[in-house]
């Protein structure tokens, strides 16, 4: 038995009509999925296979939430999910999902659809998540502030006490290494 059989859906042996299908994708899913994209979540997944004579319209309706890295901190965070998703599927010869429809083959006569639920769940998730502001890891946000690159006009910013790890030079605004490199400028 393969660790994504519960997935599968016998496309053939349905009848005409709507068919239903409920998934409780967890920590124990994603796992098996080995993603690194979302490794934890609790998202309900609700499966509706539409037959109409040859042609299968599968509607996928997942809301929960995923478990992901914050960009900013690294710290976990729960990333709310809901997304409605829509697939064509009929059957064929070979197996291809490279086109708006996939086909699948007669002889098998069933679909596996685990990693199309990933897929849409990845898909529905921003590109940029980060925690709400203040909900980062505090000792994380000192560090990033300490290193963060700064216009020289721009006013320090107060909560860091930055001068403590300044060296004679950095103070003075010096740096040999680039002392160097003005010379360029005044060879011209």
Request: net charge negative; proline share 4%.
């Amino acid at each position: 038995m393969g660790k994504f059989d519960a997935y599968i859906i016998p496309l053939k042996s349905l009848s005409a009509g709507n068919h239903t299908f409920e998934y409780q994708l967890n920590n124990d899913y994603f796992t098996k999925i080995d993603s690194p994209e979302v490794r934890k979540g609790n998202i309900k997944a609700q499966v509706i296979v539409k037959k109409t004579g040859s042609v299968f319209e599968i509607t996928f309706n997942l809301e929960g939430n995923a478990i992901l890295s914050c960009d900013r901190c690294l710290d976990d965070m729960e990333q709310p999910i809901s997304c409605k998703e829509n697939l064509c599927v009929k059957l064929g010869k070979d197996f291809s999902d490279e086109d708006e429809v996939v086909i699948v083959p007669e002889e098998e006569g069933e679909i596996n659809i685990a990693w199309f639920l990933y897929e849409f769940i990845v898909l529905s998730i921003p590109i940029k998540h980060v925690h709400a502001p203040g909900k980062c890891n505090k000792a994380m946000s000192m560090t990033l502030r300490k290193h963060k690159a700064r216009n020289i006009n721009e006013e320090e910013d107060e909560s860091l006490d930055e001068s403590e790890n300044l060296t004679d030079n950095e103070e003075s605004g010096n740096d040999p290494r680039w002392d160097k490199l003005k010379d360029i400028f005044d060879n011209d």
